[in-house]
């Protein structure tokens, strides 16, 4: 529930790291969007921690899930359909989507059970998406290094690609594929990159899982 007094508190600072990062925020969201170009036309998902509405926006999706009431109300004027929930606890029926998307998981408090609702949520063969900064690359290092003096990753949770690929199997996924962008620290990126397939030299993965 902290993280949720700081995001409303600080939505404003929150929009414009969007602003002066755009090269990272556009990158992330091409790799994103290759992941996402692998499914089914006319399906029907979800953003899971959906913040201002930034990444479902710019991707389609329609409808979503946000804790924060000041960032909801960012994503509604963008467009999206909002139900104030939490990750751990979807506010959703069983087998109701082809596919979860999420993008700030290292500010989930509870990750293991996150993935079991987004498993119940999915409708058989439903696609799980994650976008996540690997703690082993150089970004998640940055953040980690600098979290005391941070006001949204204080208390984040970063996760390696082989702990998210252990938690995702035990969440009853499979056929996990990954791709990853943001090569260099993140003040050298000014130039939007293309994502390139696998893991281990991009600091941004993305990970997609089917539901078993």
Not at 118 to 128: P, Q, Y
Not at 189 to 195: C, F, G, R
Request: glycine content about 8%.
């Amino acid at each position: 529930m902290g993280q949720v007094a700081i995001f409303d508190k600080h939505v404003e600072t929150y929009e414009k790291w969007y602003e002066v990062y755009s090269e990272v925020y556009q990158s992330e969201l091409l790799a994103l969007r290759e992941q996402l170009e692998k499914l089914p036309e006319n399906i029907r998902g979800i953003e899971v921690g959906l913040g201002t509405g930034r990444f479902a926006a710019a991707l389609g999706i329609k409808e979503g899930v946000e804790p924060s009431s000041a960032m909801a109300e960012k994503a509604i004027n963008r467009g999206i359909e909002v139900i104030k929930g939490f990750a751990a606890q979807l506010p959703y029926g069983d087998l109701q989507f082809d596919f979860v998307l999420f993008v700030t998981i290292c500010h989930l408090d509870q990750m293991k059970y996150a993935l079991k609702e987004a498993n119940r949520v999915l409708k058989h063969e439903g696609s799980i998406l994650i976008g996540f900064l690997d703690k082993d690359q150089n970004i998640a290092k940055e953040y980690i290094e600098k979290r005391h003096r941070s006001t949204f990753f204080a208390k984040a949770n970063f996760y390696t690609v082989e702990r998210i690929m252990t938690l995702l199997k035990e969440a009853g996924f499979k056929d996990l594929e990954f791709n990853q962008t943001l090569f260099g620290s993140l003040d050298e990126i000014k130039e939007v990159q293309l994502p390139k397939n696998g893991y281990g030299k991009g600091s941004f993965v993305v990970v997609k899982g089917t539901k078993k």
